[in-house]
């Protein structure tokens, strides 16, 4: 990761370059340098730096999604890719992410962001907005809908939802 802080957020970079041609291209990235992913692994470093912000442990937050630590580290690491979007989800809902934050992850995981026109991604966007991050209590509301659970990782590494 270029810079640890990324203090200029995603909009700011877009406004600026709204205001940038091709020969200021190279004053644009010597201003911004600080505030740009190597691109390597963007959802990974996304992730640890709210869990810096938040306080809280990579381990810690596998321990409240239910998800193997050793594939967990994996998953962030970009050594291994889920196809389970519930994964990220509940990765998200356990981090304590707003919903802002829940779908930058997952488009930087390759993932549809929550989407208000479907029933059960509604469901999980009130839980964000309401701040309901336990899975536990995200699955009484999806089920009290008639609305599919999340789906629950299984706590080995060789079963995990992929």
Known sequence: MKGKNLEKTTSKLDEMLKNT????????????????????????EYIKG???EKS??????????GIDE???????????HTT?????????????MTLKECSRA????????LYAKTDRDAALIIAFNKGIYEPEK????LERYGLEKLYEPVMREDNDGE
């Open 21 to 44: 041609d091709v020969r200021s291209f190279g004053d644009y990235l010597r201003e911004c340098s600080a505030d740009m992913t190597d691109g390597d692994n963007p959802f990974g």
């Open 106 to 113: 997952l488009k930087l995981y390759g993932m549809s962001p």
């Open 138 to 141: 995200v699955d009484e509301i």
């Open 56 to 65: 809280m442990s990579q381990k810690e937050l596998f321990l409240r999604a």
């Open 84 to 96: 389970q979007r519930d994964i990220i989800i509940r990765l998200c809902l356990c981090a304590r």
């Open 50 to 52: 709210l869990l810096r």
């Open 70 to 80: 050793k594939t967990g580290y994996k998953y962030i690491s970009g050594e291994k």
